[in-house]
C-alpha cells in the first residue's frame, strides 16, 4: 500500500488553510450580530485558542483582513438591507435638524436603536415601514 509522503511545510499549511476557512465561516455568522471585529476576535480566540503561523490569538485586525480576503459582507450592509435609517437620513426624511431629531428621540416620538457601526451612535426606523 503505497503512502502519500507529506512534508511537515504542507501539512501546516493545509491545517491554516482550514483553520483560517473556518474561522470566515464563523465571522460570516457573526457580522450579522452587530459585534465589533474585536468582539469576534475574542469569540474566536474561545473556539481556536490561536492563529497564524505563530500560534497567536486572533486580533481585531486579524479579522479585518479575513472579512477583506474572502470577501465577507460588511456590517453597514446588513444595516442597509435591515431597512433602519442613518441620523442624516432620518433627518431628511422628517425635514428637521439633528438638534430636533435628538429631542424628538429623547421624548420618545421616534423609534430607534443604538449601533455600533461606523460610529454612528443610533439607526431609526422609517416613519412606514413594516420592520419589528
Request: hydrophobic share 35%; glycine share 4%.
Amino acid at each position: 500500500m503505497l503512502q502519500y509522503n507529506c512534508n511537515t511545510k504542507t501539512k501546516r499549511d493545509l491545517r491554516l488553510v482550514n483553520m483560517e476557512q473556518d474561522a470566515a465561516i464563523t465571522i460570516k455568522s457573526l457580522i450579522p450580530l452587530g459585534l465589533s471585529n474585536q468582539e469576534i476576535a475574542d469569540t474566536l480566540n474561545e473556539k481556536y485558542l490561536n492563529s497564524g503561523l505563530d500560534n497567536k490569538p486572533f486580533r481585531r485586525y486579524t479579522i479585518s483582513n479575513l472579512i477583506r480576503k474572502y470577501n465577507l459582507p460588511m456590517r453597514r450592509e446588513f444595516v442597509e438591507t435591515d431597512g433602519w435609517l442613518t441620523t442624516r437620513e432620518k433627518m431628511d426624511e422628517l425635514g428637521v435638524t439633528r438638534n430636533r431629531l435628538n429631542k424628538m428621540r429623547d421624548s420618545g416620538m421616534v423609534v430607534y436603536k443604538k449601533s455600533r457601526i461606523y460610529n454612528m451612535a443610533y439607526l431609526y426606523k422609517p416613519e412606514y415601514s413594516e420592520i419589528v
